[in-house]
Nanobody, 117 residues
Framework: QVQLVASGGGLVQPGESLRLSCVAS??????????LAWYRQAPGKQRELAAS???????NYADSVRGRFTISRDNAKNTVYLQMNSLKPGDTALYYC?????????WGQGTQVTVSS
């Protein structure tokens, strides 16, 4: 069983930054072979893909976050990061990490990001 623990969320004002981390532990043979992603779910909306990173480090972003968010990974630490700059109220959501393009691990508890003045 794999456990995902996301952290780094909080309450910030528009224009500020946050850095999210997600650590995977448990029955993972080789973290480095997985594509990974950050997903987010705003109140009353479906979970959506925010950013993804392949095993080779290739990245892709939702149009709504491109140019403001940066996804990265540290395979030695079984960790994926999301640097979020120029945050907007529309970024308010519960943020989760998981594998990509297919979700293969149990969802963790996520980390809440709230952007409000």
């Amino acid at each position: 069983q794999v456990q995902l623990v996301a952290s780094g969320g909080g309450l910030v004002q528009p224009g500020e930054s946050l850095r999210l981390s997600c650590v995977a532990s448990g029955s993972i043979l080789r973290f480095s072979v997985y594509g990974l992603a950050w997903y987010r779910q705003a109140p009353g909306k479906q979970r959506e893909l925010a950013a993804s990173i392949t095993s080779n480090g290739g990245t892709n972003y939702a149009d709504s976050v491109r140019g403001r968010f940066t996804i990265s990974r540290d395979n030695a630490k079984n960790t994926v990061y999301l640097q979020m700059n120029s945050l907007k109220p529309g970024d308010t959501a519960l943020y989760y990490c998981n594998t990509w393009p297919l979700v293969t691990w149990p969802w963790g508890q996520g980390t809440q990001v709230t952007v409000s003045s």
